[in-house]
């Protein structure tokens, strides 16, 4: 077979169908991450190459090569129809009903019809022959009006979808009358063309049943946005949100963004598209691989610099197809400076009353200590001074004896005050540590043998640190009565787990006392109902038990951190 062309005027129509399919068809492959756009890519690849034969089979010169490409033109028919039909179901929403089975169903005969026009030369079932009648025109065989009726129950079926899409979805009603408009035109002018009339040739026949229905597919995508109806309401909500919506690829390229990120970040979106994260975000490339491997990774970050800097909470998911497999990354930024903002304005609330309930606390336990001591020093110097004045010199000197030892122990227990208060106040506090800090001090400042003794169990992971707070001004304030009150030598505290609590036992081998004493009240001073308001305000317990000459025993129990 020769091969011979020459131009003709005719191939122009054919030639402008060529071009709108290829343009269409590139349209759709840039937006093949919406489902509708693929059968709609793959359908005109498969309306091109039935373009590109009407142009050769108007251009050849020979009656054989004419029929070849006449040949050429129907094999990719019946396949385009069929792919056409899944981007009407993906786009009115019933991509659901393209299940394995169904795809099978709706491509068989399309595909049995390819093989048949292969092969016609052995059984002539599509075509008996052809005869030139201005143009090839086919003879049809026994299947061909069956391959025929095929196409135009396809052409039903987008009709229906169509319609049920118009009524259930009145926005995109427009959008679809013009589909369907392009539908008719096409279907009229193939059927007239197939009928062999004579008034519309090949050229003109692929522009009206190709081109026209394309140009209105086109109108409805970049019109209507017609090409997902889902998509485009997701894309107007994306733009409306108030967080920053980014899109990452594979290599963590940034391919989308939505006007509140490009407002967050600074930065026009056309300056953003194809930079990585890491160029535009002040993240570490392990952060962000840490990130990608917890199944929605969080994390903070600032962006700007000093008075116009703001926080923002980092969210990254993966996105998965359909399989299971990664396509890319969503970063979604929630600017939570107020919130942030709020929440340092409750902790500095909370550290001034917890100040000024501290400073309470303190006026109480000065009262109840120095207070009382001064007092007791201002009544004891004015009946010295009476002495003096009657003349009663060693009545006088006793009494300005004790004055001396009183004031010496007032000025200890200021001491001790000082070092319970400072012990523990670095930066990077401990409930341990600074418990045993404190009671090494204390058995070296006043020779009174300390023990401290932890169980398997308890650790500084045991207490919260609001909790290791109290419990040490409770322990120093136990230890401070064991020293001044029983004349304990030796003094042990004892901590250990008791399932959700731990409990904390301080004994001492002093004189002891009479605890009836402590119901009524007469202990003299509120040290240990500082004690008691301490534990209450950790939701622990304190039990005192002591008989004289038999030194005393301290329990505490406390709810353990997890609890």
């Given at each position: 077979m020769r091969f011979s062309y020459s131009y003709s005027p005719d191939i122009w129509p054919a030639f402008i169908t060529l071009a709108i399919a290829i343009f269409l068809g590139s349209y759709g492959l840039r937006q093949k991450h919406i489902p509708a756009a693929k059968p709609f890519a793959i359908a005109c690849v498969l309306c091109s190459l039935w373009s590109l034969g009407a142009i050769l089979e108007i251009s050849a010169l020979n009656f054989s090569t004419q029929i070849f490409w006449k040949k050429f033109q129907g094999i990719w028919q019946l396949p385009a129809a069929a792919t056409i039909t899944c981007f009407v179901l993906q786009y009115a929403g019933l991509g659901r009903w393209l299940t394995r089975r169904n795809y099978v169903l709706l491509f068989l005969l399309p595909l049995l019809s390819v093989l048949l026009m292969v092969t016609n030369e052995f059984h002539h079932l599509i075509w008996t022959g052809f005869r030139m009648n201005?143009?090839?025109?086919?003879?049809?065989?026994?299947?061909?009006?069956?391959?025929?009726?095929?196409?135009?129950?396809?052409?039903?079926?987008?009709?229906?979808?169509?319609?049920?899409?118009?009524?259930?979805?009145?926005?995109?009603?427009?959008?679809?009358?013009?589909?369907?408009?392009?539908?008719?035109?096409?279907?009229?002018?193939?059927?007239?063309?197939?009928?062999?009339?004579?008034?519309?040739?090949?050229?003109?026949?692929?522009?009206?049943?190709?081109?026209?229905?394309?140009?209105?597919?086109?109108?409805?995508?970049?019109?209507?946005?017609?090409?997902?109806?889902?998509?485009?309401?997701?894309?107007?909500?994306l733009q409306q949100m108030r967080e920053g919506l980014i899109v990452l690829d594979l290599q963590d390229r940034i391919i989308d963004v939505n006007p509140t990120a490009t407002e967050m970040l600074g930065i026009p979106e056309k300056d953003l598209r194809n930079k990585r994260l890491e160029d535009v975000i002040p993240i570490d490339v392990v952060d962000l691989k840490q990130l990608k491997n917890e199944k929605t990774g969080q994390t903070n970050i600032t962006l700007g610099q000093e008075k116009s800097a703001r926080q923002y909470r980092l969210n990254l998911t993966t996105l998965k197809e359909r399989d299971g497999e990664v396509i890319g990354q969503l970063i979604l930024l929630h600017d939570v400076t107020e919130e942030m903002r709020a929440q340092n304005r409750i902790l500095e609330q909370q550290g001034l009353v917890a100040t000024l309930q501290e400073r309470e606390r303190l006026a109480r336990e000065l009262h109840d200590g120095i207070g009382q001591t001064l007092g007791y020093v201002g009544m004891q110097t004015q009946t010295a001074l009476k002495w003096l004045h009657d003349g009663n010199n060693e009545k006088a000197g006793s009494v300005l004896d004790r004055l001396v030892e009183v004031t010496r122990d007032a000025h200890v227990d200021v001491r001790e005050s000082i070092h319970s208060l400072k012990t523990g106040s670095g930066q990077k506090w401990s409930f341990i540590p600074a418990l045993k800090e404190y009671m090494d001090k204390f058995q070296v400042n006043y020779g009174i043998q300390t023990e401290l003794s932890l169980?398997?169990?308890?650790?500084?992971?045991?207490?919260?640190?609001?909790?290791?707070?109290?419990?040490?001004?409770?322990?120093?304030?136990?230890?401070?009565?064991?020293?001044?009150?029983?004349?304990?030598?030796?003094?042990?505290?004892?901590?250990?787990?008791?399932?959700?609590?731990?409990q904390i036992s301080i004994t001492d081998d002093g004189h002891g006392f009479d605890t009836s004493k402590l119901v009524h009240g007469d202990d003299g001073h509120f040290g240990l109902v500082f004690m008691r308001e301490r534990m209450a305000q950790i939701n622990g317990s304190l039990k005192i038990e002591s008989i004289p000459g038999s030194g005393t025993n301290l329990t505490m129990d406390v709810p353990i951190v997890k609890e």
């Open positions: 201005g143009h090839v025109t086919p003879i049809p065989g026994r299947l061909f009006w069956a391959f025929i009726s095929f196409g135009i129950l396809l052409g039903l079926l987008k009709f229906l979808v169509l319609i049920r899409l118009a009524v259930r979805s009145p926005e995109h009603r427009l959008a679809v009358a013009i589909m369907m408009f392009g539908q008719i035109i096409a279907r009229a002018v193939y059927t007239i063309h197939r009928l062999d009339t004579g008034l519309i040739g090949p050229g003109e026949s692929l522009l009206f049943s190709i081109g026209v229905e394309a140009v209105a597919y086109a109108v409805a995508f970049f019109r209507f946005h017609a090409i997902d109806p889902v998509a485009a309401a997701r894309k107007v909500a169980s398997a169990g308890v650790d500084e992971n045991t207490f919260s640190s609001g909790a290791g707070v109290q419990l040490l001004r409770v322990i120093q304030e136990a230890l401070t009565n064991a020293r001044k009150h029983s004349g304990a030598n030796n003094l042990r505290v004892c901590m250990e787990r008791n399932g959700a609590m731990a």
